[in-house]
């Protein structure tokens, strides 16, 4: 069982950062690979980023490549997510996921375990 804990969420105006991070629970946190997703109002859940185990290979969906960088520290079993020149549209809550298998998925059912969320909102 792995549980995930994120923090670092809050109100920023556009142009502005936010750091996000992911606590897992456990000393297995190396051998899942991690991803970002989040969930704007009215919207569907989608795919931000995702990490390999290692840490060495990101995945990045278009609308944040650039922007966004996602990292990993397997000593501290924490996921990271640095936001820069952030968008009224980035505006969602922000939700860590854990995934047991060896490639990089961008949907929601290849995940085992899921964070609470953290909520981002980014003023205009």
């Known amino acids: 069982q792995v549980q995930l804990v994120e923090s670092g969420g809050g109100l920023v105006q556009a142009g502005g950062s936010l750091r996000l991070s992911c606590a897992s629970s456990?000393?297995?946190?190396?051998?899942?690979?991690m991803a970002w997703f989040r969930q704007a109002p009215g919207k569907e859940r989608e795919f931000v980023a995702a990490?390999?185990?290692?840490?060495?290979?990101?995945y990045y969906t278009d609308p944040v490549k650039g922007r966004f960088t996602i990292s990993r520290d397997n000593a501290k079993n924490t996921l990271y997510l640095q936001m820069n020149s952030l968008k009224p549209e980035d505006t969602a809550a922000y939700y860590c996921?854990?995934?047991?298998?060896?490639?990089?998925?961008?949907?929601?059912?290849?995940?085992?375990?899921w964070g609470q969320g953290t909520q981002v909102t980014v003023s205009s």
């Open positions: 456990g000393r297995t946190f190396s051998r899942y690979a």
């Open positions: 996921a854990a995934s047991r298998n060896l490639e990089i998925f961008t949907t929601q059912g290849a995940y085992d375990y």
């Open positions: 990490i390999t185990r290692s840490g060495i290979t990101p």
